[in-house]
């Protein structure tokens, strides 16, 4: 039983795979990749929400949790969080990130500092 009415607390949202959507179970969320995003994307998402990033080369779309700026992986530079069900989502979805980023010419990353 849950009580209702403290706002507070949000309730968790059911995670769900980047790769496969399937749902994790809360007991095995082993996985994530956290990635930085360059600071024009980070204009269009609000952190703490869960947005979807096209990858056009894998012809897919994979849900990333944007961090909010008080968490610590934040503060060290990553911006949004792929939660994965297992190594080999991890895996698909490792070379898939590679993939498009390593085909974007000029990405421009000049760290702030
Ligand atoms: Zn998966």
Not at 7 to 26: F, G, H, K, N, V
Not at 43 to 61: C, D, F, H, I, Y
Request: hydrophobic fraction near 35%.
């Amino acid at each position: 039983m849950k009580l209702a009415g403290q706002l507070e607390a949000q309730p968790e949202p059911a995670t769900r795979c980047s790769w496969c959507e399937r749902e994790i179970p809360s007991q095995s969320r082993a996985f994530a990749i956290s990635v930085s995003l360059r600071a024009e994307a980070f204009q269009e998402v609000v952190p703490g929400t869960e947005e979807r990033l096209l990858l056009p080369k894998a012809e897919k779309q994979v849900r990333m949790i944007i961090l909010p700026s008080e968490s610590p992986a934040k503060r060290s530079g990553k911006d949004a969080l792929f939660p994965l069900c297992s190594d080999r989502c991890a895996g698909a979805l490792q070379s898939a990130l590679r993939e498009e980023l390593g085909s974007a010419p000029n990405e421009p990353t000049q760290p702030t500092h």
